[in-house]
């Protein structure tokens, strides 16, 4: 049988074989296929290309096998046997693809054939070829014809095939920018290697170049060739000439002659000088200078070598110095280039000097140093090549010896006068005076002789007598030895001094220097008596060494010193005490026991028998208890002889009958001095008592947010043993959710998410060493929530108890001092009830120092006291911290947190230092930290968050909110507070401005009233006042305020210490009445340490220093108004000053004055009006005509000054700043150390503006005050009939007020936006004036929007710009710059306000004669800088032609105008000069106060480029535009949904944004809402009050929504009127509902569902905490509110009494303030609350505006009223 033998077929793939199993045809041998096919890449050898299999008979012989065809080249092999296929050689398929070969199998005679294909694969192994590899062409410069075009063609060759010889061309080189056609000059087409010309090209520099090479690449892929191409440019005559620097200077002598050189100038042409005349140049000169007696030109110029000479002859420097003339350099094709060139006229000397006066007269001090100048005798000389040499004439006068005259360095020309020798007035020839001769010369040292260039005047010098003699003392030193007991007012010694000065007869004045004399013991009289005022102690200093001071009264005074040492001996005055030990233990139940042996000591000398031996007994006046239970015995020879005492214990002791044991021993020395001390015996503790149950209240304060575990302290049982704690063991009697037990130690623990309430807990406690078990523990905890603001807003209290007495319940009183102090805060309080407080951490460690016995203080306790929404907690406090340590018992010894902590000062004349060193000041924050802090007094405890006073040095900034968000404190007066995207917006009422809505007035009413000192029974008189936070403990403080009063004696600020006193209050009234001031919390950084404390009066003088030599020193300022003048006390710590500006004119005249205080560096200046001399909101008058003579103000009027003694630097009262009178009387002047004694009447008038260090005080209702109201009636607009309109303000005094628009307003009723004007690259406007600005006073406002952060905003300047005033940006900073030349110029910048964000920004600059103030915006705080130094010029007088710029400013420079501090790519409107409007071009070219000079680079509008172009945002994001910025967001009144999936419409209405009861609708495409404002208000938040009654003010948004309403409501009747005949068909069939005996039975309610939606009344909203209206008299617009209930299920019978029941409670709860939550007939448990909320009207109108349709009231008697305007719309729709 024949049998088939398959041989596998392999055909390999690269390195595989593929193998062959099919088998095809028959007989005895056969292939398997009759056709093989197989790939291979072209240079590969592959050795087992195919194998090759046949199908045999079992009978046939082998096989062999052998290619018949195809093999011509011999490429393939086979083996014969095997019939493997191979290569013999590389295939390569650019000669042939493909290889047909024949392969015969034969087996005897028998054969077969196959035919195998070879397909050969193309590799890419041939690289491109460029057949040239440099071309060149050339073209015209600057064509730019039918761009983009071919200018030659490359191309390539590649020796590959099919997609390896494809090939792609692309260029890199000159004027190409990688990956982008944009912006290049050349490009390749990919295929064709076309190159092209995309932009016209320059040849010329700078910018261009004469041939251009560029590199053109050819790829195929793998393998790339390069050609290189060169573009020549053909000139054409494109450049103008031009010179190098467009302004050349040259310099030639004067009396040159005709023909001399001045200077060569030489242009450049960029063409090419080798194309025809392109470059070729000639010179000529045009405005050439003209010789006025010939009518010559004076210069001459070479046409083609550019020289300049000189044309006339002799050119006289002194006529002319100067000449400018202009060069024009022409090139062939006809173009020009110009240039300046400034020709100086050097000088000779042919000009006399001369002194520009005759005769000098001198006031010259003695004490002038040789090189001072005592004068400058200036020179007049038309000559500057001057060789001045200056001379005192020999024996020309007396005392011309003793002078000499040296010729200045450095400014206008003159000699110096300065002394030879020393004067001195003391001696009698000098105190007569000088006169001598003085002389000049220009040519030079040894031409005295040519007296035509000699000159001479006069000086005469008188001599001023100086403070230059320190007294001297007739004996400096003294030496006494005085026994310690001496007695006080002993007569020491006498020291006295004289003074030369003055002839002899300067007084002199004693003192101590307090360094040597810190005790304050010893005094000296005018006279020089030292006496002994204290007492001396030799344990104390056995010694002293007295500086007696002796000074004169110049200024500053001279001062000498003697000394007087003193030796003190020792009196037997001290008796001994105990040395050790002080305090010992004793376990109690112990026998009878040695427990100490006491040493003794003794302060005064042994030597002289003032010390041992020492005796001791126990004191036989002991308590009983101590003699039963204590021995003690007197060991003579004890302690080396000195004695000792032997204490024993005689019976067993038990410490729950004391803890301690006080033992008194009585104790003496040698010199029989005895006195009694105590040693202290604590009886340790044994368990030896049994327990028995208590119960423990534990009261703590958790914070939101927190995570950490709460303490609440350990489990409590009634226990007399107190050192068992380890014996006991605790169980839960009912586990509580949220607490947690430690079953060792009894420590209780709370989670911080435990809600707010009372708990009540129950434990077993056991223990066995006493065999109990099941001992019952209840614990009772009340937990009350606080904010973190809450916690760092606290009043820190010290109290003088220890912190357990401080927690723990008084039996007696049933509650602990905490919980009194608590209740009584809450009387003082508007809504006191979250009154809260705690104990501080370091109270602990105190009481823990105080145990251990290493603390001899008494006892204190620091509590925090938090009072949520309350503003102004630390000052109530204070205020009434006298009845606040009447309720709690024990002593308030401190208020607030110490922001400076100063050791006690050696000298109070040297500067006070705090406790770290501060020089600059210091600052106090608190910061919330992690932990709690409790107190366990066992039947009580107290929990707390931890609180940390953080201080530093440096003068604390204010600091921004920690949220900044919106929060119930963030809007200040009752603002509504709208967060946005960065932020917050606050809308704030009427009288409040700025983004917190501050009060910046207030009014006094000056009234007073009388009170009683409650400790003293003393009555004094008080009146109007209010308080402000304390001013800020820094070492420059610069304070102002602005005052409106008819007054002329007034308190206006103070700050210092006075009586605490409580106010008098009225019969019935509580003790709140008297005093307002409750409103919001605020970060309380710095607080009054202590309570108020003594105060002071004032000295009359001008300036006055005092200096007391008793009492500590008593900071203080206050500033008052005597006369109608300013007056000002100040003492930093080393002495008081006075300032009295008693020359001044009286403020006190009806019209708005400021005054600034300031002091820095040791110095106090007190300025009014900025020295302007009138008030500040008056309009300066106008001058059109020549402006007149100006001259400063006197300085002495309106300025005082004074340096502070002592070298004190920080005001630390720590006590608030008192504003228009004082809360309490003010103490002794003469223990305060202040000059005298003075009643200070309150202020009658308004206050505004009341600036600490560039932060405004709020000055609204939140300030505790009395008889002041925010606000200024008598200065507002409204009250004297003027309505200003939404966009104007009221400016001005009482009759002169006016309106005045706001910035970008303008018109009669400033209702027409201003124009403003958009700046663009090299822009700039002149502007001419029609008025003439005051010398002394400029300002300049204008609003402006850029994200430029450089470049000049508007500048005022003189006459060639010598002086200016110029509001500008640097480096992102509004600067504002004052120069007065030859002086450098002054910047003041607002460093920290971002001003270059794109938005819109006021800005105000104001200058009064050297003094600047810069504010932005609101003005406040970072928006504000001001520099009142007055020094110097003060007069600037702008130049009403060309002084005014707005943008850059403009510099012609030849024919073109270059601008420097360039402003663009920014707008600027609303431009104010001096308070008056000026035009800006193009859209306003002339007003009434001025015109437009000329502009450049100005368009109307503040348009900017889209920025939104090719920006994508991912969805649903989408890009919005900020104005030249933009960003990826919502867009305006938009907001992501809480799935970010989506943007949806912000309802801002939900922020409640409408005031005073107004009503908000949002805009349905969510672009913001509008206000429907009640009858009274108007505005767009409904915030301007109405003048008269006028009816609903609605905008026209709010309009439409009500008439679309009105249809539904016409809807709405119909469908009313059908649903009340059902109900009364229902009431129908409940009426006849009756007993047989004829009497009604109390039926069944007969309960209906409402086929109609049922209505019910809600309450309006409220206006600013009040009721808008109420039902029976609305007092907003007839506008209310229906809501529609689709829940609720009524009633229709209801008992009557039920009824009436109901109907007293909706009264009551209107009169409160809440809604009533059930209907008429019936309660629905779905009645939302009736508040102003969108969300309580979800279901109005399918999605309708909410709150815009009338209330309706249904009954069971089924009648509907309609209230307000909506009856007049139902009667109308239905008419």
């Known amino acids: 049988m024949a049998v088939n033998v398959l041989v596998p077929l392999l055909i390999p793939l690269g390195e595989q074989l593929t193998n062959v199993t099919q088998l095809v045809g028959r007989g005895p041998v056969e292939f398997a296929r009759s056709e093989y096919i197989v790939e291979v890449e072209e240079n590969t050898r592959i050795p087992n290309l195919l194998q090759l299999s046949v199908r045999v008979q079992p009978q046939v012989s082998a096989v062999k096998f052998k290619i018949t065809e195809g093999n011509e080249r011999g490429a393939f092999r086979i083996d014969p046997s095997t019939g493997r296929l191979a290569l013999t050689s590389t295939l390569d398929y650019e000669q042939q693809q493909q290889h047909e070969l024949v392969v015969e199998a034969r087996a005897g005679e028998a054969t077969s054939e196959t035919r195998v294909v070879?397909?050969?694969?193309?590799?890419?192994?041939?690289?491109?070829?460029?057949?040239?590899?440099?071309?060149?062409?050339?073209?015209?410069?600057?064509?730019?014809?039918?761009?983009?075009?071919?200018?030659?063609?490359?191309?390539?060759?590649?020796?590959?095939?099919?997609?390896?010889?494809?090939?792609?061309?692309?260029?890199?080189?000159?004027?190409?920018?990688?990956?982008?056609?944009?912006?290049?000059?050349?490009?390749?087409?990919?295929?064709?290697?076309?190159?092209?010309?995309?932009?016209?090209?320059?040849?010329?520099?700078?910018?261009?170049?004469?041939?251009?090479?560029?590199?053109?690449?050819?790829?195929?892929?793998?393998?790339?060739?390069?050609?290189?191409?060169?573009?020549?440019?053909?000139?054409?005559?494109?450049?103008?000439?031009?010179?190098?620097?467009?302004?050349?200077?040259?310099?030639?002598?004067?009396?040159?002659?005709?023909?001399?050189?001045?200077?060569?100038?030489?242009?450049?042409?960029?063409?090419?000088?080798?194309?025809?005349?392109?470059?070729?140049?000639?010179?000529?000169?045009?405005?050439?200078?003209?010789?006025?007696?010939?009518?010559?030109?004076?210069?001459?110029?070479?046409?083609?070598?550019?020289?300049?000479?000189?044309?006339?002859?002799?050119?006289?420097?002194?006529?002319?110095?100067?000449?400018?003339?202009?060069?024009?350099?022409?090139?062939?094709?006809?173009?020009?280039?110009?240039?300046?060139?400034?020709?100086?006229?050097?000088?000779?000397?042919?000009?006399?000097?001369?002194?520009?006066?005759?005769?000098?007269?001198?006031?010259?001090?003695?004490?002038?140093?040789?090189?001072?100048?005592?004068?400058?005798?200036?020179?007049?000389?038309?000559?500057?090549?001057?060789?001045?040499?200056?001379?005192?004439?020999?024996?020309?006068?007396?005392?011309?010896?003793?002078?000499?005259?040296?010729?200045?360095?450095?400014?206008?020309?003159?000699?110096?006068?300065?002394?030879?020798?020393?004067?001195?007035?003391?001696?009698?020839?000098?105190?007569?005076?000088?006169?001598?001769?003085?002389?000049?010369?220009?040519?030079?040292?040894?031409?005295?002789?040519?007296?035509?260039?000699?000159?001479?005047?006069?000086?005469?010098?008188?001599?001023?007598?100086?403070?230059?003699?320190?007294?001297?003392?007739?004996?400096?030193?003294?030496?006494?030895?005085?026994?310690?007991?001496?007695?006080?007012?002993?007569?020491?010694?006498?020291?006295?001094?004289?003074?030369?000065?003055?002839?002899?007869?300067?007084?002199?004045?004693?003192?101590?220097?307090?360094?040597?004399?810190?005790?304050?013991?010893?005094?000296?009289?005018?006279?020089?008596?030292?006496?002994?005022?204290?007492?001396?102690?030799?344990?104390?200093?056995?010694?002293?060494?007295?500086?007696?001071?002796?000074?004169?009264?110049?200024?500053?005074?001279?001062?000498?010193?003697?000394?007087?040492?003193?030796?003190?001996?020792?009196?037997?005055?001290?008796?001994?005490?105990?040395?050790?030990?002080?305090?010992?233990?004793?376990?109690?139940?112990?026998?009878?026991?040695?427990?100490?042996?006491?040493?003794?000591?003794?302060?005064?000398?042994?030597?002289?028998?003032?010390?041992?031996?020492?005796?001791?007994?126990?004191?036989?006046?002991?308590?009983?208890?101590?003699?039963?239970?204590?021995?003690?015995?007197?060991?003579?020879?004890?302690?080396?002889?000195?004695?000792?005492?032997?204490?024993?214990?005689?019976?067993?002791?038990?410490?729950?009958?004391?803890?301690?044991?006080?033992?008194?021993?009585?104790?003496?020395?040698?010199?029989?001095?005895?006195?009694?001390?105590?040693?202290?015996?604590?009886?340790?503790?044994?368990?030896?008592?049994?327990?028995?149950?208590?119960?423990?209240?534990?009261?703590?304060?958790?914070?939101?947010?927190?995570?950490?575990?709460?303490?609440?302290?350990?489990?409590?049982?009634?226990?007399?043993?107190?050192?068992?704690?380890?014996?006991?063991?605790?169980?839960?009697?009912?586990?509580?959710?949220?607490?947690?037990?430690?079953?060792?130690?009894?420590?209780?623990?709370?989670?911080?998410?435990?809600?707010?309430?009372?708990?009540?807990?129950?434990?077993?406690v056991n223990d066995l060493s006493q065999g109990q078990v099941g001992v019952e523990a209840n614990v009772t905890v009340e937990v009350r929530s606080l904010s973190a603001l809450d916690v760092t807003s606290a009043t820190y209290l010290t109290l003088a108890a220890d912190p357990y007495r401080t927690v723990r319940t008084d039996l007696q009183i049933g509650s602990s001092l905490l919980q009194r102090l608590t209740a009584a805060s809450r009387t003082w309080i508007e809504n006191g009830l979250g009154v809260m407080a705690w104990v501080d951490e370091t109270s602990l460690t105190e009481e823990e120092e105080q145990g251990a016995g290493r603390s001899r203080t008494p006892p204190t306790t620091n509590v925090w006291v938090a009072a949520p929404g309350v503003y102004n907690l630390r000052h109530l406090l204070l205020y009434h911290r006298h009845k606040l340590a009447e309720a709690l018992g024990v002593a308030v010894q401190g208020v607030g947190v110490t922001t400076c902590q100063e050791a006690p000062r050696e000298d109070p004349h040297q500067p006070s230092l705090g406790s770290r060193g501060c020089t600059s000041g210091c600052w106090a924050s608190t910061e919330m930290g992690q932990n709690f802090v409790v107190v366990d007094a066992n039947v009580s405890s107290v929990v707390g968050p931890q609180v940390t006073v953080r201080r530093g040095c440096g003068c604390a900034a204010s600091l921004p909110l920690e949220d900044p968000g919106c929060t119930p404190h963030t809007c200040l007066n009752g603002g509504r507070c709208i967060p946005l995207e960065n932020g917050f917006r606050c809308i704030c009422p009427y009288g409040t401005s700025g983004p917190r809505c501050k009060a910046l007035s207030r009014s006094f009413d000056g009234g007073e009233s009388v009170a009683v000192n409650q400790d003293s029974g003393e009555s004094w008189s008080t009146g109007s006042w209010a308080w402000a936070p304390s001013i800020p403990a820094c070492a420059q403080v610069h304070m102002s305020l602005e005052v409106l009063t008819a007054s002329q004696d007034a308190i206006l600020l103070y700050s210092g210490s006075s009586h605490t006193m409580e106010l008098p209050r009225k019969k019935n009234d509580s003790d709140s009445s008297s005093v307002s001031g409750e409103g919001e919390m605020r970060k309380n950084t710095t607080s009054d340490e202590a309570a108020i404390r003594e105060d002071s009066k004032e000295e009359h003088a001008t300036v006055s220093e005092v200096r007391g030599t008793q009492g500590t020193p008593s900071e203080v300022v206050a500033l008052e108004l005597r006369g109608g003048r300013p007056f000002l006390l100040l003492d930093l710590g080393g002495g008081s000053v006075t300032i009295a500006l008693n020359s001044s004119y009286s403020i006190a005249d009806n019209t708005w004055h400021r005054i600034d205080v300031i002091w820095k560096d040791e110095l106090v200046e007190m300025i009014v009006d900025l020295c302007s001399g009138d008030s500040v909101d008056h309009i300066p008058a106008l001058h059109t005509g020549t402006p007149p003579t100006s001259l400063p103000p006197d300085a002495h009027i309106c300025r005082g000054a004074a340096r502070l003694p002592g070298g004190a630097r920080i005001l630390n009262t720590g006590q608030p700043l008192q504003v228009g009178g004082l809360a309490h009387p003010l103490p002794d002047h003469v223990s305060e150390r202040w000059p005298e004694s003075r009643s200070l009447p309150s202020f009658r008038g308004c206050l505004r503006n009341l600036r600490i260090n560039r932060e405004l005080v709020d000055l609204g209702g939140a300030m505790l005050a009395r008889g002041s109201t925010p606000g200024c009636p008598e200065a507002q607009c409204l009250t004297s009939g003027l309505i200003c309109g939404p966009h104007g303000r009221c400016r001005g005094s009482p009759g002169w007020l006016r309106c005045e628009c706001q910035p970008g307003w303008t018109g009669d009723d400033c209702a027409k936006p201003t124009t403003p004007t958009s700046f663009l690259v090299n822009s700039y406007v002149k502007l001419a004036l029609s008025f003439t600005p005051l010398g002394y006073t400029t300002s300049l406002a204008l609003r402006f929007r850029t994200r430029k952060r450089r470049g000049q905003l508007v500048a005022v300047s003189s006459q060639h710009g010598q002086d200016r005033l110029a509001l500008q940006l640097v480096e992102g900073q509004l600067c504002v710059l004052l120069q007065f030349r030859p002086d450098p110029a002054r910047s003041l910048c607002l460093s920290q306000a971002q001003v270059t964000d794109g938005q819109w920004h006021t800005v105000a600059a104001i200058r009064q004669g050297s003094a600047t103030l810069v504010m932005v915006d609101d003005g406040d705080g970072d928006h504000y800088n001001a520099s009142v130094s007055l020094e110097g010029r003060q007069l600037l007088h702008v130049d009403t032609q060309d002084g005014v710029h707005v943008g850059g400013a403009p510099e012609l420079v030849g024919v073109t105008v270059k601008i420097h501090e360039d402003y663009y790519e920014g707008c600027i409107d609303d431009l104010r000069v001096s308070g008056r409007s000026v035009p800006l071009p193009p859209a306003v070219n002339t007003s009434a106060w001025g015109q437009v000079g000329g502009f450049q680079g100005v368009e109307a509008g503040c348009d900017a480029p889209p920025s939104c172009a090719n920006v994508t945002c991912s969805p649903p994001l989408a890009c919005v535009d900020t104005w030249r910025a933009h960003y990826c967001g919502c867009g305006e009144g938009r907001v992501l949904s809480p799935s970010k999936a989506t943007c949806e419409n912000e309802d801002l209405c939900v922020w409640r944004p409408c005031l005073n009861g107004g009503s908000c609708f949002s805009q349905p495409s969510g672009a913001g809402y509008t206000c429907a404002c009640a009858s009274g208000f108007s505005g767009t938040h409904c915030h301007l009050p109405d003048v008269g009654k006028t009816p609903l003010k609605i905008s026209l948004g709010a309009l439409v929504a009500i008439l679309v309403w009105c249809v539904f409501l016409l809807l709405l009747v119909c469908a009313f009127l059908l649903h009340q005949h059902h109900k009364r068909s229902a009431l129908r069939k409940c009426g006849e509902l009756k007993n047989d005996s004829g009497k009604e039975q109390p039926a069944t309610p007969c309960i209906h569902t409402p086929n109609l939606l049922e209505l019910q009344l809600l309450q309006p909203p409220r206006a600013n905490g009040q009721p808008a209206w109420t039902s029976k008299n609305p007092s907003i617009a007839d506008v209310d509110v229906l809501q529609v209930d689709a829940t609720s299920i009524s009633s229709c019978l209801e008992e009557p009494e039920q009824r009436s029941l109901h109907n007293s409670d909706v009264g009551k709860k209107e009169l409160n303030g809440d809604t009533p939550k059930s209907g008429v007939c019936g309660s629905s448990s779905g009645t939302p609350n009736a508040r102003d909320d969108l969300r309580n009207y979800a279901y109005e109108g399918e999605g309708s505006s909410p709150g815009s349709l009338s209330s309706c009231l249904e009954s069971c008697s089924g009648s509907a009223k309609f209230l307000g305007g909506f009856r007049e719309v139902a009667h109308m729709l239905e008419s």
């Open 118 to 764: 070879v397909r050969v694969q193309d590799q890419n192994d041939h690289a491109p070829v460029f057949i040239r590899t440099l071309h060149e062409t050339q073209i015209t410069e600057e064509d730019d014809r039918h761009l983009p075009k071919v200018i030659l063609t490359v191309k390539a060759t590649d020796g590959d095939e099919g997609e390896h010889g494809r090939l792609r061309y692309s260029v890199t080189g000159d004027g190409i920018i990688p990956n982008t056609t944009i912006g290049s000059s050349f490009a390749v087409h990919p295929t064709s290697g076309a190159v092209l010309l995309l932009r016209p090209l320059d040849r010329d520099p700078p910018n261009g170049q004469a041939q251009w090479k560029i590199r053109v690449a050819a790829e195929d892929g793998e393998w790339s060739a390069f050609t290189d191409v060169l573009v020549n440019l053909k000139d054409i005559n494109d450049n103008a000439p031009f010179f190098a620097s467009p302004t050349l200077r040259a310099a030639i002598s004067e009396n040159t002659p005709k023909g001399s050189s001045v200077i060569k100038v030489e242009a450049t042409d960029h063409d090419d000088p080798r194309e025809g005349q392109n470059a070729q140049l000639t010179y000529s000169l045009e405005k050439n200078v003209i010789d006025e007696s010939s009518g010559s030109p004076i210069l001459t110029i070479h046409t083609r070598t550019g020289l300049i000479t000189t044309a006339l002859c002799c050119l006289d420097r002194e006529k002319t110095p100067q000449y400018e003339i202009q060069v024009v350099a022409t090139d062939g094709g006809g173009l020009k280039g110009t240039g300046t060139v400034v020709v100086d006229v050097e000088d000779v000397n042919d000009v006399p000097p001369r002194f520009s006066r005759p005769e000098w007269t001198l006031d010259v001090s003695e004490n002038q140093h040789p090189d001072d100048v005592l004068a400058t005798l200036t020179v007049v000389d038309q000559d500057v090549t001057n060789n001045f040499t200056f001379r005192v004439v020999p024996e020309s006068g007396d005392g011309w010896d003793m002078f000499r005259v040296e010729k200045r360095r450095v400014g206008a020309p003159g000699g110096d006068l300065r002394l030879a020798t020393p004067l001195d007035y003391e001696k009698p020839e000098h105190r007569e005076g000088f006169r001598f001769r003085v002389e000049v010369t220009d040519a030079g040292e040894g031409s005295w002789d040519d007296r035509y260039h000699v000159d001479g005047a006069w000086v005469n010098l008188r001599l001023v007598d100086e403070n230059d003699n320190t007294p001297i003392f007739h004996a400096d030193h003294a030496h006494l030895t005085l026994p310690e007991d001496t007695p006080s007012g002993t007569h020491l010694t006498t020291f006295t001094a004289q003074d030369l000065d003055g002839g002899g007869r300067s007084k002199i004045k004693y003192s101590i220097a307090p360094s040597s004399d810190p005790g304050g013991i010893f005094g000296v009289t005018e006279e020089g008596e030292v006496r002994l005022v204290g007492n001396l102690d030799r344990e104390t200093a056995s010694a002293h060494m007295v500086v007696v001071m002796a000074a004169d009264t110049g200024v500053p005074p001279r001062t000498a010193t003697a000394t007087l040492t003193i030796k003190v001996t020792d009196v037997n005055d001290n008796p001994p005490f105990l040395a050790d030990p002080q305090e010992v233990q004793v376990v109690e139940n112990t026998e009878a026991q040695l427990v100490a042996t006491v040493t003794l000591s003794d302060p005064d000398n042994w030597r002289q028998g003032h010390g041992p031996p020492f005796t001791l007994s126990l004191d036989p006046h002991a308590p009983p208890l101590v003699e039963a239970s204590v021995r003690v015995v007197h060991d003579k020879k004890g302690d080396e002889g000195r004695g000792v005492g032997l204490v024993y214990t005689v019976r067993a002791l038990d410490r729950e009958e004391g803890r301690l044991m006080l033992v008194p021993l009585v104790v003496g020395d040698a010199g029989r001095r005895s006195a009694t001390v105590t040693l202290t015996l604590h009886v340790a503790d044994l368990n030896d008592n049994p327990m028995t149950p208590a119960a423990k209240a534990v009261t703590v304060h958790t914070v939101k947010g927190q995570r950490k575990m709460v303490p609440l302290g350990r489990v409590y049982v009634q226990d007399p043993d107190d050192w068992d704690a380890a014996a006991k063991t605790y169980t839960w009697r009912h586990p509580q959710k949220g607490f947690f037990l430690d079953t060792t130690n009894g420590h209780l623990t709370m989670s911080a998410s435990t809600p707010d309430g009372r708990y009540e807990l129950g434990f077993l």
